[in-house]
């Protein structure tokens, strides 16, 4: 996947997404594909204290947009706009830093400018996607991520992993199962929060009423303008249960 340009969003644009997004889609997941499998007492200070809750959303072509009609469709916008809504009094910022093809090792490079320069209380790391697609070795894959969560967490900063999206260019490769295994694996170790986007799209796929057709751009990879809105509003609605909101 080739390496895009990073989206440019203000926050102006961001809080825009109020009015454009998808208007309340129906977005059917299973209460377990919703728990995060951790707490997130960072960012429950912040909503408790009706301080600012400020989230970076860190990965690669599908945190930026790809295959969105604008990058008001992107799934970091839905965040910002169900999360400011359904937490009145707290000034909610996201920061979408997806860069379309990169891999677990570049974003890494990218932790001081992208990350720790905007000091956020939480990143959702959306990733692995692109590692299975290169075939990068699983191991080196496990030791960068528990590595990248082990210097978040050094800043204090709390971290979700969202897992590659269920689609047919991933469902193909060889070893994809192995990509989200050792995700799973680094969570478990490291304590960290999961978003299960994979087993979501999943139950989508193999349900009567959602054909891929349904949620997936045409290059049977990323995600169209519903599939965003979707992928947005039940992870806003996973970090609102682990919140107790």
Known sequence: MTARAPV???AALLAAASISAVAAPQCPARPENLALGAPLPTARSAVDQRRELEIVALGSSSTQGYGASTPLRSYPAELLRVLSHDLPGVKVTVHNKGIGGQDVSEMLQRLDRDVFAEAPDLVVWQLGTNA???????SEFRRLLGGGIDRLRAR???????????????????NEQDYLAAMDEIARDKQVAVFRRYRIMQDWAESDQMPFAAFLSRDGLHLNDFG??????????AIEQALGK
């Open 156 to 174: 204090g900063i709390e971290v979700i992993l969202m897992t590659p999206q269920y689609a047919p260019a991933f469902n193909a490769l060889e």
């Open 132 to 138: 299975a697609l290169r075939a990068q070795n699983v």
């Open 228 to 237: 965003y809105a979707c992928i947005g509003r039940l992870l806003a609605q």
């Open 8 to 10: 440019r969003v203000s």
